[in-house]
């Protein structure tokens, strides 16, 4: 057990629309990252919010933003949804003890038609 | 650019029969290299934490090593339960907050 909640377990869309998904941490830490992880590949880091704030960017257009609020609890939302935009989101969020390493939520499958 | 391949993509293994899978990496300055568990359809795992060439770290029947190019899981006698896909993935200093760069996964079948 991680900690990590995310929502909704699954989602399916169709291509153009918008989608929101949510995620938070039992800990409350003040950072959370959000991942993209499509079918047979690794997860892929879309970005990371510190205190309510983006602080670093992957490889993705703007039209996938976030927001992050006072009780740490986090959004990923995607506008104008492409059919490549199918994966499974996961989000994580760091250690409570001295080490660096990330834990991860159980994921939100994205299905776009 | 920070690089990760793990080999091979696919491993089947018969009960008891112990193998390695690979992870080789390319950093610019290495914070640490993880290695996670993923079962279809969860998130990932978090098994192990490397920091430095020559660290080995060990649970049950899963034993982690890594050189300066590269990480090693060793899987000692394979139960069924230990079919997933085992993800390598790496931190770098320069890297903008807790960015983790994966590799693609090795998929373990242990058949009993």
């Known amino acids: 057990e991680t900690g990590v909640t995310q929502s909704p377990t699954h989602l399916i869309k169709t291509r153009g629309q918008q989608v929101t998904l949510r995620c938070s941490s039992q800990?409350?830490?003040?950072?959370v990252s959000w991942y993209q992880q499509a079918l047979g590949q690794g997860p892929q880091f879309i970005f990371q919010y510190y205190r309510e704030e983006e602080n670093g960017r992957g490889n993705f257009p703007p039209r996938f933003s976030g927001l992050q609020f006072p009780n740490y609890s986090s959004e990923l939302n995607v506008n104008a949804l492409e059919l490549d935009d199918s994966a499974l989101y996961l989000c994580?969020?760091?250690?409570?003890?001295?080490?660096?390493?990330?834990?991860f939520g159980p994921g939100t499958r994205l299905t776009v038609l | 650019e920070d690089q990760v391949t793990q080999s091979p993509e696919a491993l089947r293994l018969q009960e008891g029969e112990s193998s390695s899978l690979n992870c080789s990496y390319t950093?610019?300055?290495?914070?640490?290299l993880f290695w996670y568990r993923q079962d279809p359809g969860k998130g990932p795992e978090f098994l192990f934490t490397l920091y430095s060439a020559g660290e080995e770290k060990e649970k049950e029947r899963l034993k982690a090593t890594l050189t300066k190019k590269e990480s090693f899981l060793h899987i000692t006698a394979p139960k069924p339960e230990d079919s997933a896909t085992y993800l390598c993935a790496v931190r770098a200093y320069n890297n903008a907050g807790n960015m983790l760069t994966f590799g693609g996964g090795t998929r373990l079948m242990v058949k009993p």
């Open positions: 994580a969020s760091p250690s409570k003890g001295p080490g660096i390493e990330q834990f």
């Open positions: 800990s409350g830490h003040n950072t």
């Open positions: 950093v610019s300055g290495l914070r640490g």
